[in-house]
């Protein structure tokens, strides 16, 4: 460690004493803080009297909501793509905040690893359990709190989807915009920093959580905010704990902003000759500013799946799905423009999805576009991955990608929420060939590279998880990921909230 860094950390430990100073951890300052901060020790696997002494214990508390079948623990590790299924050994459903703090309690008492759980979406191995221990599934969680229309906002538990809230807010006039392509948890959004295909218009989690409850890992139950929407009280632990991963502790309560359902709605495609063209078309339509509410791109390899999958005939070459959200006068006017813009690009007609049920139609067969892809190639294994650039850079990123692909030979569909500079790749992959898999690791490595070497990042939704750990650093610098490993280390002394996951001790 060079000494630069070493001050920096010693002046990092102490900041972030005072910080987070909670449960087990005392108040220093100074000097002190360094030599008090917690020693975390790379942690161990969960020895197996641990786990029986912690089974009984949960067993005795919770009855038949403690699982430990084989097949329960397996579809509460990873399952989604080609990152290894690591199961945890107990599977709890807690109901409440008191009963998710009693467990983390008992956890911390036997000393084993605490995962949670929302629905199991994420796709860089977030869910497993390399060490061992319990999932907290907080599927049973699902009580809409409080819904206060005048100010626009809500309370919900952290196992209600984003689906549900939707269907319950449909009737208020009101809607929650941040739709990832699953039906995930408002927990496990809080905990990713969840977005989608709105978020160019109405943000990502990290600007529609106003406060959130949660559990620490020493059971200790913390209310991060309340229902202001502005606050300059004190630092922000809304933000903290937001896309941390289950790693600092356990969303049980989420406070949300919502919108009222626009006035006008309206929906269209546009096809390009090539993705350069497309992300050309996003690039200009953004920094004029028209105020577009979804603006996604699909290549035509995804456009192909789409059609097969979800029974459309899209035209098969790069494509734009739009939605403009606004008054009928607004949204005609913003569809106008886009359609002068598409037009300077080579793009075009611009097509509208006019009736409410085409819109639904095309947007479930965006949301779609994961599994759809899959069919593109049955039997391989899929590799979803995401980065994210600043929107100047949309273009040449994606079609240096698109160049890559084409050399290497992989059959791997782009997806984007291109408004944001944000796409994903889904390689298709036989595991069972290991010069394909190396071709591919090196390929998502070119793809990170890339998008780091143009000032964006290593993931813009999706997360850290497992997979994306290693670029964290090159991402961050050292400085910047130890204040990160601090931070960890002083709420979580003991490293058992989702260990090996974001930053490794
Ligand atoms: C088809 C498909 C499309 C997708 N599209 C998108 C997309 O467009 N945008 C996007 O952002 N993501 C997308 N994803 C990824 C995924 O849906 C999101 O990451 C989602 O936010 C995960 O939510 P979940 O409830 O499934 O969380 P899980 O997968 O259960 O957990 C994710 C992480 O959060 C932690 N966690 C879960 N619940 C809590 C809690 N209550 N408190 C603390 N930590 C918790 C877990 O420990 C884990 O580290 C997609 C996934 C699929 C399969």
């Known amino acids: 460690m060079n000494e630069g860094y070493g001050i920096f950390l010693i002046r990092s430990v102490a900041f972030a004493t005072v910080l987070v100073a909670m449960g087990e951890m005392s108040i220093t300052t ?69 009963e998710v703090s009693e467990i983390v309690k008992l956890c911390a008492t036997h000393g084993v690893p605490i995962i949670p759980y929302g629905t199991g979406t994420s796709l860089e191995g977030h869910i497993n359990a390399p060490y061992g221990g319990v999932s907290i599934d907080l599927s049973l969680m699902k009580r809409i709190i409080a819904v206060h229309d005048e100010d626009l906002d809500c309370v919900v538990e952290a196992g209600v989807t984003r689906k549900e809230l939707n269907e319950f807010l449909r009737d208020k006039g009101l809607f929650f915009p941040i739709d990832p392509g699953a039906d995930a948890s408002i927990g496990g959004m809080a905990a990713t920093r969840a977005s989608g295909t709105n978020a160019v218009r109405y943000g990502t989690m990290k600007d529609v959580v106003l406060a959130l409850t949660a559990v620490l890992p020493n059971g200790e139950i913390v209310k991060t905010a309340s229902r202001a929407r502005k606050s300059s009280a004190g630092y922000d632990l809304t933000r903290l704990l937001v896309g941390s991963e289950g790693t600092l502790g356990i969303v049980t309560e989420i406070t949300l902003k919502l919108h009222g359902i626009p006035e006008a709605i309206s929906a269209g495609i546009c096809s390009f000759p090539t993705v350069k063209a497309a992300c050309d078309a996003v690039i200009m339509t953004i920094q004029t500013g028209i105020p577009v509410a979804r603006i996604e791109l699909l290549d035509e390899v995804q456009v192909k799946a789409v059609n097969l999958h979800s029974k459309l005939s899209l035209p098969e070459s790069p494509l734009l799905l739009m939605e403009f959200h606004g008054s009928e006068a607004g949204v005609q006017e913003q569809a106008e423009r886009f359609g002068e813009i598409a037009a300077e690009f080579s793009g075009g007609p611009f097509e509208w999805a006019t009736k409410p049920e085409e819109r639904s139609r095309l947007w479930q067969a965006r949301h779609d576009a994961y599994w759809a892809a899959k069919g593109l190639r049955p039997g391989a294994q899929s590799v979803a991955t995401d980065v994210c650039v600043p929107i100047s850079r949309l273009a040449e990123c994606v079609d240096a990608t698109k160049q890559d692909i084409l050399e290497i030979g992989l059959i791997a569909p782009i997806v984007g929420h291109v408004g944001d500079g944000n796409f994903h790749v889904q390689p298709l992959v036989n595991t069972d060939d290991p010069a394909e898999i190396e071709a591919c690791e090196a390929f998502v490595d070119r793809l990170v590279r890339r998008a780091l070497a143009m000032e964006g990042t290593c993931t813009g939704e999706h997360g850290v998880g497992q997979k994306k750990m290693k670029y964290l650093e090159v991402e961050h610098g050292p400085a910047a990921l130890g204040l990160m490993r601090v931070l960890k280390q002083a709420i979580d002394p003991h490293n058992i909230m989702n260990p090996g996951k974001i930053v490794a001790l």
């Open 30 to 98: 100074g000097s002190e803080a360094s030599m008090n901060a917690p020693q975390v020790t790379a942690r161990q696997k969960a020895t197996d009297a641990s786990i029986a002494a912690l089974s009984s214990d949960l067993s005795q508390r919770f009855g038949d909501r403690v699982a430990t079948s084989a097949a329960v623990r397996e579809q509460h590790g990873h399952t989604l793509t080609w990152v290894k299924n690591q199961p945890p050994d107990i599977v709890v459903y807690p109901r409440t905040t008191e």
